[in-house]
Structure formats: C-alpha cells, structure tokens
C-alpha cells in the first residue's frame, strides 16, 4: 500500500557512535566489488521452466477455485484491472501505476500452471496491447512524461513477462525485443541521476519511495535476460542491475545495512526512535527485501551476502514471524502480540522469497517457512471459493467484521482490515495475492547439482524435464500436509538420481519405500534433509510416509500454539456469515457496480461458540479421517480431515479496539473443563491459535 511514512534520515554519525559494523555498501565500485568476470551465481537448486510443473489433487482444486475465483475473473469487471491504465483505461490506486503488473505477474503463472486457455487468452490479451503500445523510445506502460515515469511498477510487468516467455516459446522473441529496449531505456534514465528511481521534487510518481527500497525486484528478470537472451547486449543489462542497486543505495534505502543485529528492529513501537527509513519496516517491504543480498551476492560472487541472507531470515524469523509463518506488521512491523495484523500482500510475496531463497541456501528450514506460510497464513486470509480476502490477519480472531471502535491496536490499517471482501482496506491484496499459489507450485520441484531432481515444496504434483537428453516424468500422489504419505510414479530414459525433502518436523519414525530391496526402512536425510533415491531408467516407485507429532511452541506470558506437521491449530470458533455488498476500500460507501459481480461480497462473520478459552496442551489427542479422497475445496471449515482436541476451559477474556485483548496474563476460569475441538488454521476464517496455558485435571478428549 503506498502511505506516507516518516523521514528517511540513515547518518553516518550513528552508525560512528554505536560502533555498528556493516557489510560494504556504498558506491558502485564496492557495491560489485571481486567481480573477476560479469557471471551470476547459480542457485544451489535450479527453478523449472514455468509450466514444467502441473498441479495434482487438492493443489490443483485450490489453482482452478483461484482461476474462477476473484483471481481469474478481474480481468473482466474490476476497475484496476479492466480499466486499467495499461490497457488504455482509466483507473489506478496508486501513482505507482502498479495495479495491473501485480495482476499479471500472478496471472501468467496461474494460467500456464494450469493450461487454462480462458486465462491465457487474458495474459496475453494484456501483454499484446502493453508490448504494441511500446513508446518509441522503448518505455513499457502508461506514462507519457519524466515526472510520471516510475521503474518500479515494471519489474512485476517484467516478471510477468519472463514467465511468459518461459512457458510459451512462440512469444519469446516478442518479449525479449520489447525488454531490451525497455531495458536501453532504463539505463539511459538510471545514468541520467537516476531519473525513474528516485523521486526528485517536481516528480508526480512514488512520493514515499518504493522503488528505491524494492529495486532489487528487477534483477529476476534482468538476470534471466542476461543468462538467456544477451543479445550483444550484456554490458546495458549487467550495468542497469547495477545501478539499480547504486540508486537505492544513494537513497538510503541499502537492505544490508538494516539486516543486521543490533539494527534489525526485534521490537519496534510508535513513536519509532531509528536511524532508518520506516520504510525499512513495511512488512511488505520486509518480504521483498529478504531477498536483495541475493541480488548483489548473485553479481559479486562474495558469500558473506549469502551468510547476511541467513542472518536476515533468522532475524525476521525470532522477532516478527507469527504463528501462521508470515510476518506480523499492520503495515508495519512490531511485535508478536495475537491483536497485531499481517498483511496478506506479505504472505504472497513471502511465500516466493522463501521458495526462492531456499535454492540459494538449501537449508531445510527455509522450505519448512515456504510451506508454513502457503499451508497457514495464505488460506486463512482467502474465503474458500477464493472470492473474497482479508487485508490483514489476527492469530486470534474470533469475528471478522468492520471493526467498532478505531483499531489502534494496528499501525496503519483501518477498521475494515480483516473482512472477507472485494477490497478491504486497500486494493493491493486483490490484485496482488493471486502470484502465491501459483509461484509455489511452479517451485515445488527444482534441479540438483548433481543432475538430478529434487521434490522440495510437498504438495501433490507432476513434473515433466529433460536431464541432459534423459527424459523425465515424475508424479507425487500425495494428500500432503492434510495426510503423511508421499508416493511417486517415475518414468526416465535413462538412470538419475531423485530426492526429496524431509520437513524438518519429520520424526524418527518416518519411513521410506523404494531403496534397492523395496522394504521399508527408516529415513536417512542427509545434512540439507534431502531423502536420496538412485532409480534406474524405466518405471520407478518410491514412497516416503512422514510421522509427528503435535508440537506445542510456547510463546511470552505463558501462552502457546500447537502444530502438527507443517499445519498450525486453532480453536474451532462456530459462526455465522451474513454477505453485504462489497465497500470501498476508504470506506466511503460502496464499491461501484461496474466493478463487481454477483459474486463479490463483503462478509461479516460473528461467532455462534465460545472463543475465549485457555488450553492445557499437555492433553492433546490426533483425530484422523480418511486423507485419500480430500474435500474440495479443502480449505473451508471442517473440511481437512486431520483435527485434534485439546483440553480447554473458558476464561474472562476483554476486549480492546473491539478485538481479543493480550491473553490474560492470570487467567479467571469462568467454566468447566471440556474437549476442545482444533483444526487445521487455514480452514478457519475465524480463529483463535495464540492462547494462554493453565493446568487442567484429566479430559476425556473425545
């Protein structure tokens, strides 16, 4: 959401007189500095090609709810898409003019994940008009003037674009034409002081400074540029990454000089007493700015951006993660109290950096992140038909509603924040939360060193790819993380070696078919969590059957939240959901009629059970039904099959900004102990999963 935010002042007498040490990061010379030749570092594990992976079972029911869900259809009615300025409409949000860039960098995927030719027809409607109105002197979009000509939006325009090509050949030479004279373009503008990047004072685009903070976003499509399609044009792109990277560095905005302890803020509340940008704690921001020590590291080869990128996945991971796996900040980071919002743009974008940073890493833990978010905090934000969306998400909610009283509790989101709706709050969540699933099924199987494939992202599927001229198909049958059983299908010309990932969850019980005598045996996960399987060519069949256990995660004053696998647990809240129509995102009034459908609605949601409860989780029980036929969709209440019961009593609970206030520190039980239900977090749209602990006699937990 763009938003005014507070000065930007980054001195150097602070960093002189706390002593701070940070990584180099200054002019362009030091910014790349030990380059011995212009090669970007390849990932430990290698992304497929867009549409080398097609869904399975309930990730291919969830990808076809999204396409005839909000998703797939705001092409056709909503004003920011439909009427957008790209297409030669009217309507945008944002002087970023990011609106529909958002869209189609999600859009693209969804669509060739799929084969679905209804949404390609939609991408490629909106990438023809976009490339053939390409000005003259090689700018992509609207804008017309140097004032209004923001870079910023273009790089998910460029993503969009890279994707496309990836999965149709026959669009290729089109695109890479149209993003090498983009790209001459943006140099030129970059070298001209920056122009495009960084807003000077008679500039109409970017007042807060998005762009500067989010530059590295370019270098996805610019390195995919450079690697595949160079054109004789290698120094304009390699140079444009750079000075990217030098722009936002000029501007204060250096992501390695806030990834670092000691300045990384474990505990921020307004006002904010810090040397740096508030920017620097958009929690949007945050998700995007994990991954720009890759960027650089990609381009100087120097590891120590490699070690800061663990750093910062740490940091963030202790101070502003919350239970559902994404980052807590309303928009703003803070801290883990339950009332405090995610943003559901964070979950998106999320979800992609931890997919990606894990194949520069490959540490086991990243994937787990990967699939906590995707699995947790993502569905809980989204109405199981896919048609409606939350702004941002409370661990504990136990009503979802336009809230009565002003929500001071959140540092800059509104009274709409979590309603299921069109547009609530603001409008960048509608066109930003579809990349999510999409981009997590086009990354779920990625190429190893070795020459082999690797099964990284757990989720049913099917991936078809050439290994040097060895031919490659290899099905997951899996109703993971609802059930615990992997099993594959492989077919291959020739011998390779497969793997797949162990969560590191995952108990010593865990087991595993398909080694040389085919008996079962117990798994052997190397240090990176990677079960290994050398299969001859022909037919194979492997399987991997996961055993856990709930894990209880305690979190301050006594309270807790109970996992088990990679799903999070919440109280079962009964509720009614009456639907109204859809409103404004500033709460003006009501969304035009020109811009809905008789499928957008707002919901208000309103518990029919108690919510106010307290858990001994020394008394937890698995209830398992049958996984091998999953519910579609999957995500609605009561649908997963895997609930558990816990002890519970109801306690005295107030109320603060008319939502649940701190857990009580000392809780006042006001009812008899009992069984509580539990289930999966992401199938309850109303919630309550960060809750205080209290010592119960023995419950028959039935």
């Not at 084969?115 to 490629?124: K, S, T």
């Amino acid at each position: 959401m763009t938003i005014s935010v507070m000065a930007k002042a980054f001195t150097a007498a602070l960093l002189i007189t706390t002593g701070l040490c940070f990584p180099q990061a200054s002019p362009k010379e030091q910014v790349l500095k030990d380059r011995d030749t212009n090669s970007l570092v390849k990932p430990v594990y290698q992304s497929l090609p867009l549409g080398a992976i097609k869904p399975g079972g309930w990730l291919k029911d969830q990808l076809e709810l999204e396409a005839n869900g909000l998703a797939g259809n705001l092409f056709d009615f909503y004003r920011y898409v439909h009427d957008s300025k790209w297409i030669g409409g009217q309507s945008e949000y944002s002087p970023l003019d990011e609106s529909s860039p958002y869209w189609f960098n999600g859009l693209v995927p969804l669509a060739f994940g799929l084969d679905d030719l209804r949404l390609q027809g939609q991408v490629r409607t909106f990438m023809d008009y976009v490339l053939d109105h390409q000005q003259d002197d090689g700018w992509l979009g609207p804008e017309t003037t140097p004032q209004t000509r923001s870079l910023w939006a273009r790089c998910y325009f460029l993503l969009g674009l890279m994707q496309y090509a990836q999965a149709d050949a026959s669009q290729t030479d089109k695109i890479v034409d149209a993003m090498h004279r983009y790209v001459n373009l943006a140099h030129s503008m970059l070298k001209d002081n920056f122009t495009g990047l960084i807003a000077k004072a008679d500039d109409e685009f970017d007042p807060d400074g998005f762009g500067p903070i989010r530059a590295h976003e370019m270098h996805i499509p610019l390195g995919w540029l450079y690697e595949n399609y160079p054109r004789n044009n290698s120094q304009v792109i390699w140079e444009t990454m750079e000075l990217m990277i030098e722009g936002s560095t000029q501007n204060k905005n250096d992501w390695r000089t806030f990834w670092v302890k000691g300045v990384y803020p474990e505990v921020t509340y307004a006002p904010r007493n810090q040397s740096y940008s508030s920017l620097f704690n958009h929690a949007v921001n945050v998700a995007e700015g994990l991954r720009y020590p890759l960027a650089i590291y990609r381009m100087n080869h120097d590891d120590a951006l490699k070690t800061q990128t663990r750093t910062a996945v740490d940091l963030l991971g202790t101070y502003h993660k919350s239970l559902a796996g994404t980052i807590i900040g309303d928009e703003f980071v803070t801290d883990l109290n339950p009332s405090r919002g995610a943003e559901l743009c964070t979950a998106a974008e999320l979800t992609f950096s931890m997919a990606y940073i894990y194949q520069y890493l490959a540490d086991n833990d990243i994937a787990d992140w990967a699939e906590q978010v995707a699995f947790n905090a993502l569905p809980g934000q989204i109405s199981p038909d896919w048609w409606s969306h939350q702004y941002v998400q409370q661990e504990n909610q136990p009503w979802s509603r336009n809230l009565t009283q002003k929500p001071e509790m959140w540092s800059n989101v509104a009274s709409h924040g979590i309603v299921f709706g069109l547009e609530p709050n603001y409008p960048c969540c509608t066109v930003n939360h579809p990349q999510a699933y999409p981009k997590f099924l086009a990354n779920s199987f990625v190429l190893t060193e070795d020459g082999g494939v690797a099964h990284v992202l757990l989720s049913p599927g099917i991936v078809t790819t050439s290994l040097d001229g060895n031919q490659v198909t290899i099905e997951a049958d899996t109703s993971y993380p609802f059930g615990m059983g992997l099993n594959y299908s492989i077919k291959a010309d020739s011998d390779f070696s497969f793997y797949v990932r162990i969560p590191g969850w995952a108990t010593s019980s865990s087991t595993v078919v398909g080694l040389a005598d085919q008996s079962s045996q117990q798994i052997s996960p190397s240090d990176k969590g990677l079960q290994k399987f050398e299969l001859s060519k022909g037919e194979s069949h492997v399987a991997i059957n996961l055993a856990a256990e709930p894990r209880v995660v305690t979190r301050a004053n006594n309270t807790a939240a109970i996992y088990y696998g990679s799903l999070l647990y919440s109280l079962a809240v009964e509720f009614t959901d009456t639907v109204i129509p859809p409103a404004y995102y500033d709460g003006s009034g009501d969304v035009p009629l020109s811009s809905t459908t008789m499928h957008t609605h707002d919901h208000i949601m309103e518990p029919t059970s108690a919510w106010n409860v307290a858990i001994d989780p020394s008394q937890i029980k698995v209830v398992q039904a049958d996984t091998s036929n999953l519910a579609n969709p999957i995500w609605d209440f009561g649908a997963p099959p895997v609930e558990l019961r816990v002890a519970a009593v109801e306690i005295d609970w107030p109320l603060a900004f008319d939502s649940p206030a701190d857990p009580p520190l000392d809780p006042q039980i006001t009812g008899k102990p009992f069984s509580a239900r539990f289930v999966p977090f992401g199938s309850a749209k109303v919630h309550m999963a960060h809750l205080p602990v209290v010592n119960l006699s023995k419950v028959d937990l039935e």
